[in-house]
């Protein structure tokens, strides 16, 4: 043979692997016991019992299916010792009798979570027509005593007589020699509750049924564990929704005060077929979606590819005690919520683990809280389940270890329209919350200054920063927060401009520093704190131009709309926005102003902004028998204060009142901030104009423009 000839030989895979692949692949026993469940899910069961012997003289933990197909000889043979198998994947998924049921799993690994949880397996097993076989492993002699994992030897015994399958069909696993016998209250809890979350909570009725036994004297660990029928009818919101395949909007939204809440009315509403406005994608969800309808506005059919139709329900609470008293069991729901709260994944009614689990927060639920507290809700707040169909959401790819899904672009666009819907919901219960909001805090009496309350948090911050030892980490954000705090208070009160009036803003700081000062409190991990620290800073910095000295002059106001015009020529050319302004060319009339130029082309820059996200959204909604359009106009003799500059558009129009569209935080955009026009209106205040939003009887418009308009107004002095 020629030394230089290529050698062609196959892997081989030392029996170790059996250990890698099954205890250290397998996050924990909870999980190990979840897995081998799922696995009688897939086996056709209509129950599983898990029994945990722990307090037996050999401890074991059986897993006991009812009704399951079982095992034949040559299904031990060619499927079950067959790691890595195909039988459940590919053209071999396919639906069991009766049931109808797709398998969950399709790696064919999941059977070695039993060595996760002990060293000794026994699995009896009787398949219809078949006798009863009794599978023996043991796992370390079977690992030591071969190199290879074709060497393994494992024992397998057809019984002459049944032992535990007289009448019926399944298969039995018992595992001895436990790794783990000192299970704690909180491990039973939490198995007790992984195991309730398998089946959708929201489903009335379930083919399969999950039954969990521990010792006696052990009962009393989850014997108060709630049944969860009894917290959700307390919740205060419920929203259901359904996006069918085509990609059309479905939802239901109610609100349920405390019946002792008189003052408050209940409300609810309701749309079908609509389409879903999207959240503003970040670079990878954009990437992630079909080039087709990339920039699109809307949830399109072609997001779904993958993904399949999406439906969901959500239970969302308020954990002020005021509220929890009022509707009673608050310590329970307290801690039924600590325990139960998130956003779960199903597919055909069984959960996907870990969405929703501890301190998991796929949908960034909990940032979004931080930012805007009054506005969203956290993890902690809601109990919900997002359903798929696992036949049409197959590029949904779950990760080995069990723990969630490959994040794959599919996987990417998923969680964007789930967390689109959350937004929606968002909106919908807005003036519901905020009249929870107002009606709680008429019971609050704080007469404290403001500037007191804040220097006494933030001092009680430092000393509860230098007790747990941040000094380090949060010591600078803290200065920074109340240096900048500080200065904007002493610029508002002296500076003369009488107009600002930002207690909206030094509310919210106050609010997020009373905040930062109980996550220390509670040790919540750094991230988060550092998260709190950040925003409060960001939200100061965000309205520091509002309040420095800007250089007045006096400037036509022509030169003004030509410029952002020409800023803005490309967006509106790319969104095939139709653009006017007759000031620039001399059709208007203009007029002059003595004002800061870079605060009111930010407050131009506002406008037209809304302007094009409402128009172009309009634009995809009723498609090619629309054209945007945005007009920018002069009205130099319609208000008495002064002359004044309109930007008008043939969109939507508000579809909040304008008191509300000027405050700050209030917003029915996905993802908006709700601080753009609360900008523009303290702007112009602060140079002694106003900002108007008129309504189309109010001002002698085009009739091509019967959407929004807002009015920029000068004083004439100015």
Not at 235 to 246: H, K, N, P, S
Request: negative net charge; proline residues 4%; hydrophobic residues 35%.
């Amino acid at each position: 043979m020629d030394n230089n000839e290529p050698l062609i030989k196959p892997f081989r895979a030392n029996a170790h692997l059996l250990k890698l692949l099954g205890d250290e692949l397998i996050g924990d026993d909870r999980l190990a016991v979840f897995e081998l469940v799922k696995n009688a899910y897939d086996a056709n069961a209509t129950s599983v019992d898990v029994i945990l012997n722990l307090n037996d003289k050999h401890p074991n933990i059986i897993i006991w299916d009812h009704n399951g197909f079982g095992m034949t000889k040559e299904d031990i043979l060619n499927k079950w010792m067959e790691i890595g198998t195909d039988s459940k994947r590919d053209q071999n998924k396919a639906r069991t009798p009766d049931l109808n049921r797709l398998p969950l799993g399709e790696k064919g690994v999941g059977r070695l979570a039993v060595h996760k949880l002990g060293r000794h397996l026994t699995i009896n097993t009787r398949a219809k027509n078949s006798a009863e076989h009794k599978i023996t492993i043991n796992w370390p002699s079977l690992i030591n005593e071969a190199k290879y994992l074709e060497d393994t030897q494992v024992q397998i015994t057809q019984l002459p007589k049944t032992e535990y399958f007289q009448s019926e069909t399944g298969t039995r696993i018992e595992v001895g020699e436990l790794n783990n016998i000192h299970w704690t209250r909180g491990d039973l809890r939490r198995l007790k509750r992984l195991l309730t979350s398998l089946i959708s909570p929201f489903k009335t009725v379930s083919d399969f049924v999950v039954s969990l036994s521990v010792p006696p004297e052990r009962q009393k660990d989850i014997a108060d564990m709630l049944d969860a029928k009894d917290i959700l009818e307390k919740a205060l919101w419920t929203y259901d929704f359904i996006i069918d395949r085509e990609g059309r909007f479905s939802f239901k939204y109610s609100f349920t005060p405390p019946q002792t809440f008189k003052e408050l009315a209940s409300s609810s509403a309701e749309e079908d077929d609509s389409r879903l406005e999207l959240l503003e994608p970040s670079k990878e969800e954009e990437l992630a979606r079909d080039k087709a309808v990339r920039e699109s506005l809307l949830l399109n059919q072609e997001d779904l590819n993958g993904i399949g139709p999406i439906s969901g329900r959500f239970y969302v609470y308020m954990k002020t005690p005021a509220v929890l008293n009022a509707i009673g069991s608050q310590q329970l729901i307290k801690d039924y919520l600590k325990e139960q709260s998130g956003i779960r994944v199903y597919r055909d009614g069984i959960r996907v683990f870990n969405y929703g689990e501890g301190k998991d927060d796929w949908l960034g639920l909990n940032a979004g809280r931080i930012n805007m507290p009054g506005q969203k809700i956290d993890t902690g707040m809601v109990i919900g389940g997002i359903d798929l169909q696992l036949e049409d959401s197959n590029c949904l790819k779950e990760k080995t270890n069990r723990e969630g899904f490959d994040e794959n672009d599919t996987y990417k666009r998923f969680r964007w329209i789930v967390a689109s819907v959350v937004e929606d919901f968002h909106i919908k219960h807005r003036k519901d919350r905020e009249a929870l909001d107002l009606y709680l805090k008429g019971d609050i009496k704080d007469t404290a200054p403001a500037t007191t309350r804040f220097s006494e948090s933030i001092e009680d911050i430092k000393k509860t920063i230098k007790k747990y030892g941040l000094e380090e980490e949060m010591t600078n954000k803290v200065i920074q927060i109340e240096s900048d705090y500080l200065q904007m208070r002493e610029v508002t009160l002296s500076s003369g401009i009488a107009g600002i009036n930002l207690a909206v803003i030094f509310h919210e700081v106050e609010r997020g520093v009373d905040d930062l000062n109980e996550s220390i409190r509670r040790s919540e991990d750094y991230e988060t704190l550092l998260k709190r620290a950040e925003h409060l800073a960001e939200l100061l910095e965000g309205f520091a131009p509002l309040l420095r000295r800007n250089e007045q002059r006096t400037f036509n106001i022509k030169a003004l709309t030509q410029k952002i015009i020409k800023l803005n020529q490309h967006r509106f050319e790319h969104h095939k926005i139709a653009i006017s302004c007759p000031i620039n060319t001399g059709e208007s009339e203009s007029f002059e102003v003595t004002a800061p130029f870079g605060l009111l082309q930010a407050t131009l820059t506002n406008l037209i902004d809304n302007a094009i996200h409402w128009t172009s959204l309009k634009a995809e909604k009723e498609g090619t028998s629309y054209t945007p359009a945005i007009r920018i106009d002069s009205l130099p003799n319609l208000f008495k204060d002064g002359p004044a500059l309109v930007v008008m558009d043939n969109g939507p129009g508000f579809s909040l009142t304008p008191e509300e569209a000027v405050r700050p935080f209030i917003t029915s955009r996905p993802g908006g901030m709700g601080v753009g026009l609360y900008y523009s209106d303290k702007v112009m205040e602060t140079i002694g104009g106003r900002l108007q939003i008129c309504d189309q009887d109010d001002l002698d418009l085009p009739e091509s423009y019967q959407g929004a308009a807002v009015v920029m107004i000068f004083s004439k002095g100015r």
